[in-house]
Every structure is written in C-alpha cells, then in structure tokens.
Nanobody, 119 residues
C-alpha cells in the first residue's frame, strides 16, 4: 500500500488546514502522526476504516477531526484553531490492526510526510 499526503503549508495562529492522504489499497486503520522539531513522533488521530471508531491525542481533541472516504481509500485531517505547538511534519500511516491506534509498529505503511507550520 502506498500513501500520498497533501495539504500541508503555513498558517497563522488560529487558522485551519486540511490534510489528505490517499491509499493505493484498502486498509483497516489509518492514522496521522506528527514529529515536531526536537521531539519524537506522536500519534495525533486514528480511524478504523470499517466502523469508523476514532481516537485523538488529548492536545488536539475538539480542534482536529479525522474522517475517511472509503470509496477513495482516503483519510483526511481537518485541523482548526491551529497553534504554534502544532508545527510539525505530519505523516499518514495505514495498518491492519485495530487495537493500538497510536503504536507506530502497528502501521507498516507510511507516507512521506507533509510540513505544517503555524506562526
């Protein structure tokens, strides 16, 4: 499965961005991770493609929304009320496990990453 991300960019504090990730095949779970400068990569949001269960890390709850388009094998991350601390490279990930939404080892497929900068 290949993943192609798009939608990153630069935005002002309080602004919005929408990230997209298109998968070349079907998956069970898709997620967004991010790596901020000087920090380890962390899970941001995840969705089970069958059933629609979602997970969010605490720092983005109420601001970010993950959604999916099953017909397109795509997942989206709508990011509102962005803060400077959201600045990071955002990665799309896909896997076949539903039990560990933010465990990196559960995701064998990764996108190339897209930069999000909030100033």
């Amino acid at each position: 499965v290949q993943l192609v991300e798009s939608g990153g960019g630069a935005v002002q504090n309080g602004g919005s961005l929408r990230l997209s990730c298109a998968a070349s095949g079907s998956t069970v779970t898709m997620a967004w991770f991010r790596r901020a400068p000087g920090k380890e990569r962390e899970g941001v949001a995840a969705v089970v493609t069958l059933g629609g269960n979602t997970w969010y890390t605490d720092s983005v709850k109420g601001r970010f929304t993950i959604s999916q388009d099953d017909a397109k094998n795509a997942v989206y991350l709508q990011m509102n009320s962005l803060k400077p601390e959201d600045t990071a490279v955002y990665y799309c990930a896909a896997g076949t496990s539903t039990g560990f939404p933010f465990r990196e080892s559960a995701y064998p497929y990764w996108g190339q990453g897209t930069q999000v900068t909030v100033s």
